[in-house]
């Protein structure tokens, strides 16, 4: 589970210029759920994505991921948790184009501090999962937009973490490419994957169980 509690964040804090992106956010997101976090385009969704993924601190309030408190963890601890804990999927892929689907797959099992005794095993378990098997031999720079988001969910799913966080998932594809994308997030939802998408897109948001709108760096 996932809890926030009046969490404000405020860049170049105490400084002259500072800026609060996010003021006093409280949400919760149980295991299982599939949730939208919406908001027009500086609203603060992007702030609150590398907040729930670890990626950025904040000054005032509590983050909990499964009774875990992150807002005290080293940077080291923290690595580790966005490893094993949290799988991103970011808009642009974020994938080594000149590595094969299967090596991008199996970047994250490099970094984990459990033994790994079959990562091509888990890697080929996880392209199955969003259907893409047949591609692990491939170079990543020789597939489609729709092809490397699929390789990206493989790639955040490896590790089984506890949720997938996908930042605009559907933003750089086509309108039956998008559609796709969405009922493989379903499908890994069913599973019993807790999935959080942050997207300004309402065809998106629709197909959630619960939306969460966020503006001006408040939570509506």
Known sequence: MIEIKSLTKTYNYKKSNSFTALWDISL???????????????AGKSTLL???????????????????????????KLAKIRNEKIGIVMQDFALVEEYTVIENV??????????????????????????IKELAKKP??????????????????????????ADEPTGALDTKT????????????????????????PTVADQCSRKIEISDGKIL
């Open 140 to 165: 990543v720079k020789k597939l489609s937009g729709g092809q490397k988001q699929r390789v990206a969910i493989a790639r955040a799913i490896v590790n089984d973490p506890s949720f997938i966080l």
């Open 28 to 42: 919760k997101i149980e295991d299982g759920e599939l949730v939208a976090i919406i908001g027009k385009s500086g």
């Open 106 to 131: 199996k970047i994250p099992l490099y970094f984990s501090k459990k033994k790994i005794k079959s990562p091509n095993k888990l890697a080929l378990a996880a392209l199955e999962k969003v259907g």
């Open 50 to 76: 590398h907040i729930i993924g670890c990626i950025d601190t904040f000054e005032k309030g509590e983050y909990t991921i499964d009774d875990i408190n992150a807002h005290k963890l080293s940077d080291r």
């Open 178 to 201: 998008s559609a796709g994308i969405m009922e493989l997030f379903k499908s890994l939802n069913s599973e019993g994957k807790t999935i959080i998408i942050i997207t300004h897109d």
